[in-house]
């Protein structure tokens, strides 16, 4: 015999308990910046493709969000060379700085035979304010090694504004 409404009441289900987190409408959770900006630390050549930020709900203030940046990384040359992307440094206006974390990142770095490209994302797990204070980034690129891991050049720290594209 079916059933289809009766006076007692619904059973709660799990989700009833949760707590709800109250979110501005006009907050984003996440949202990703096209940059296509070439870095240049010859032999290697690091594409920019995109920049993504996440903003957790109801996280911790020590891990608010995470930053993650889409990489093609080449060796332009003719000797293999070893490169460590895992080895950068995000900066946010706030002057806070913040490693990535090897161990949700891309498996990019170490050996770059020539003519090698390799692509994936470093991820950054950021503090803080993440709507107030991401406009604008620096990052701090690691200098590529030669075979006996003596560094090719001085590391290259850059700027990056963060603009809406329309």
């Known amino acids: 015999m079916l059933t289809g409404c009766n006076k007692s009441p619904a059973p709660s289900s799990p989700d009833s308990d949760m707590a709800v987190a109250k979110v501005d409408p006009g907050t984003p959770l996440s949202k990703v910046y096209n940059i296509d900006r070439i ?4 032999p290697i050549k690091i594409r920019i493709v995109n920049i ?3 903003n957790f709900l109801n996280a911790p203030q020590d891990r608010s969000g995470q930053v993650a940046l889409g990489l093609e990384i080449a060796n332009t040359g003719d000797q293999t060379v070893y490169y460590y ?9 706030s002057g806070q700085n ?3 974390d090897v161990t949700i990142s891309s498996d990019v770095g170490g050996s770059y035979p020539p003519r090698t ?3 994936g994302f470093i991820l950054f797990p950021v503090a803080g304010n993440m709507q107030e204070e ?5 990052i701090k690129f690691p200098a590529p090694e030669d075979s006996h891991h003596n560094p090719l050049r001085e590391e290259l720290t850059i700027d990056i504004e963060l603009k809406e594209q329309k």
């Open 39 to 42: 870095v240049e630390l010859e």
């Open 52 to 54: 993504g930020i996440v």
């Open 85 to 93: 992307p895992e080895e950068m440094v995000l900066t946010t206006p």
């Open 98 to 100: 913040f490693p990535p």
């Open 117 to 119: 490209i390799k692509k």
């Open 134 to 138: 991401i406009s604008r980034l620096t």
